[in-house]
């Protein structure tokens, strides 16, 4: 069983930055392919952006594509989520998520099997 803690939100101005990060315990954090996604009220939970096990191969949405930067410090058992160019419409509940296919980062929300408890982000104009 792994245990996913988010940290990291807050409120910031339109073209500030964030930086989140998920500290995993419980588990074998290498042995997992990390993902963010986010949900806005009245919207389904969205992917944002996924890492495979060992950092080589990322994925993001075309919404933060050149904007967020997805990492990963196996040795600290976290993921890290850069966000710059913050816009309104940023604006949500974050989420990270472990899967034990470890070699995608292009997975749907379905084939994660751990979630974290969510940080809020709020943008304002």
């Known amino acids: 069983q792994v245990q996913l803690v988010e940290s990291g939100g807050g409120l910031v101005q339109a073209g500030g930055s964030l930086r989140l990060s998920c500290v995993a315990s419980g588990g074998t954090f290498s042995s997992y392919a990390m993902g963010w996604f986010r949900q806005a009220p009245g919207n389904e939970r969205e992917f944002v952006a996924g890492i495979t096990w060992g950092g080589g191969s990322t994925y993001y949405a075309d919404s933060v594509e050149g904007r967020f930067t997805i990492s990963r410090d196996n040795s600290k058992k976290t993921s890290y989520l850069q966000m710059n160019s913050l816009k309104p419409e940023d604006t949500a509940v974050y989420y990270c998520?472990?899967?034990?296919?470890?070699?995608?980062?292009?997975?749907?929300?379905?084939?994660?099997?751990?979630w974290g408890q969510g940080t809020q982000v709020t943008v304002s104009s």
């Open positions: 998520a472990a899967s034990r296919k470890y070699y995608s980062a292009i997975l749907p929300k379905d084939e994660y099997d751990y």
